[in-house]
């Protein structure tokens, strides 16, 4: 298993560029704030391996944190958890995927219009044998994507673009309360969606 994280590593090694991501677990409900890969477990640690920069920085495995926060941080890659089990709505990569083309504040980020969506089996995400798997798979998503680097005006370009976003989103009565969750190490706290 040593020898396939390496071989992801060095597949990755000549890319060159900041890249980010945040992986998406699943969400309660859509209108909910969703379960995204904090700086603990599995996820953290792919990217970490993998030279990626997680967007949401939290000490919590899974935290809640608001698409607002996540759409201002822009990653690019946004890496959406499959599972089989339907619990929760946000369990089905169908309607994850559904949710990120037409919510007005996830669908102006990068990586959705891009199609920069890397589905991975949850598995992957845990602590088992099969986490080697997330290695691959997360490298075969760099490959695929060669993303370019991103910067402060890639961040403006992008708020200009989710303005709308923003408006409709408070006009939903979806911005709530404040979470200490932070995004790329921004000091700014950000609006995070009650579960009801």
Do not use: C
Not at 97 to 122: H, N, T, Y
Not at 151 to 167: H, I, K
């Amino acid at each position: 298993m040593k020898a396939r994280e390496k071989a992801a590593t060095a597949r990755i090694a000549a890319l060159k560029g900041d890249v980010s991501a945040v992986f998406w677990y699943s969400s309660a409900k859509l209108n909910a704030d969703p379960y995204l890969a904090g700086q603990g477990g599995v996820p953290a640690y792919l990217m970490s391996e993998l030279g990626i920069q997680n967007v949401v920085d939290s000490n919590e495995e899974w935290p809640t944190a608001g698409w607002e926060t996540v759409a201002k941080a822009n990653p690019t890659l946004i890496v959406a958890g499959d599972m089989t089990r339907r619990r929760f709505e946000g369990d089905d990569i169908a309607v994850k995927r559904g949710f990120l083309a037409k919510d007005p504040v996830a669908s102006v980020m990068d990586a959705v219009r891009q199609g920069r969506i890397v589905e991975m089996k949850v598995q992957f995400m845990d602590p088992t044998v099969r986490t080697v798997r997330g290695f691959e798979v997360l490298a075969d998503a760099l490959e695929r994507v060669r993303p370019r680097p991103t910067g402060a005006s890639d961040g403006l370009v992008l708020m200009e673009r989710l303005l709308p976003g923003l408006s409709e989103a408070r006009h939903r009565g979806t911005l709530q309360r404040q979470n200490d969750v932070r995004i790329a190490g921004s000091p700014v706290r950000f609006s995070s969606r009650a579960f009801r």
